[in-house]
Every structure is written in structure tokens, then in C-alpha cells.
């Protein structure tokens, strides 16, 4: 069955298992505070994705009768069991790319010039504030947090990852006519 379910159905199961039963508004902070950075979730997704799951027996939904008449899911053992056969399978698909820097990287040689260090000055800078917000975020992680491991070797490869862009944006915007190889080695 875990197949079947959708990276960011296995984010809802994955985060209502860590954090105990959720509203989707209350499954919207927490993307947004955890995996959103490098998996966003559209919000309308976050409203579909626990009825659906409530349907396939992974969650079930309890609504409140007054007041706001709030839906609340919670972890089925379906559901933990489901997540546990995801997180077993050591296997994942190739990851996808999608960076603008990249796609005008591409096609840089076609501008005029002075534009790629411009880029690469522009770039450098952005890797080097998201680097210091993940080093910042990791500095101020709560050690008893119920995801503090996980979220310390997040931010552990973020820092190396953006280290390694600002590592290259940095040596390709002082050689725009090189490339960028003669960055020097990450030191997160």
C-alpha cells in the first residue's frame, strides 16, 4: 500500500505519528516548519490528503460537534504501519531539481557581459543568509524537542549544501569566465 500514497500523504502520516492527532490547518504549520523548506505542500493538498487517507484506513477523523466543527485525524495502526513499511524501504525515487540560478546558469554564455557575475554575486549572497538561517535554526534547536534528531541532521546537510553553492557562486563571481571548480572545499 505504501506505494500507492503520495510524498505528501506520507508527510500527514509522518507528522500526525510525531506530533499526535491534527487538524489540516494544524498539518499547514507544521509543514511549514518542518519539511516545507524543501518539500512544499500546497495547502489545498493538506485539506485533501487526511480525508483521503481517513478513507484508506491509515487516519481516522474525529469532528468537533460545536463550535468550529474541526476535523481531527489520527494515526490508525494502518497508518503507523504503513509508515514504518515507507521508512523501511531504503530505496527512494531520483530526486528533482528545479532551481531558476540553474536554468539561467544554462543559458549565461548567451547574455551580455557581466551578467554571470552579477548571478553569481546575487546567488552566493542568497546560499550564504539560507546557510546562516539553517546554522541559526540549529543553534537554537530545543534538545528535548520530540524531532530534534531529525531536525539537526536536516539542517547539518542544509548548512553542508549550501556551504557548497556558496562555495561555487563565490569562485565563479570572481572567474565569470571559469568554472566555478576552483571553489574551495565545504567547511560546514
Known amino acids: 500500500m505504501t506505494k500507492d500514497l503520495t510524498p505528501s500523504q506520507l508527510v500527514v502520516l509522518g507528522l500526525i505519528a510525531r506530533h499526535g492527532p491534527m487538524t489540516p490547518y494544524d498539518l499547514k504549520a507544521r509543514v511549514e516548519s518542518s519539511v516545507g523548506r524543501y518539500w512544499p505542500i500546497p495547502h489545498a493538498q493538506l485539506y485533501r490528503d487526511p480525508p483521503r487517507l481517513a478513507e484508506l484506513g491509515l487516519l481516522c477523523e474525529d469532528a468537533e460537534e460545536h463550535g468550529r466543527r474541526r476535523r481531527v485525524f489520527h494515526l490508525t495502526e494502518a497508518g503507523h504501519e504503513a509508515l514504518l ?104
Open 85 to 188: 513499511g515507507w521508512l523501511a524501504d531504503p530505496t527512494t525515487p531520483e530526486p528533482e531539481t528545479r532551481n531558476p540560478a540553474l536554468l539561467k546558469l544554462t543559458f549565461a554564455d548567451l547574455g551580455a557581459p557581466g551578467q554571470l557575475a552579477e548571478l553569481a554575486e546575487a546567488q552566493a549572497a542568497q546560499h550564504r543568509r539560507w546557510r546562516d538561517e539553517y546554522r541559526d535554526l540549529r543553534a537554537r534547536l530545543d534538545p528535548d524537542g520530540p524531532d530534534t534528531p531529525a531536525r539537526t541532521r536536516l539542517l547539518t546537510l542544509g548548512i553542508a549544501h549550501e556551504q557548497s553553492y556558496v562555495a561555487f557562486w563565490e569562485a565563479l563571481a570572481a572567474d565569470p569566465q571559469g568554472s566555478g571548480e576552483g571553489a574551495p572545499e565545504s567547511d560546514a
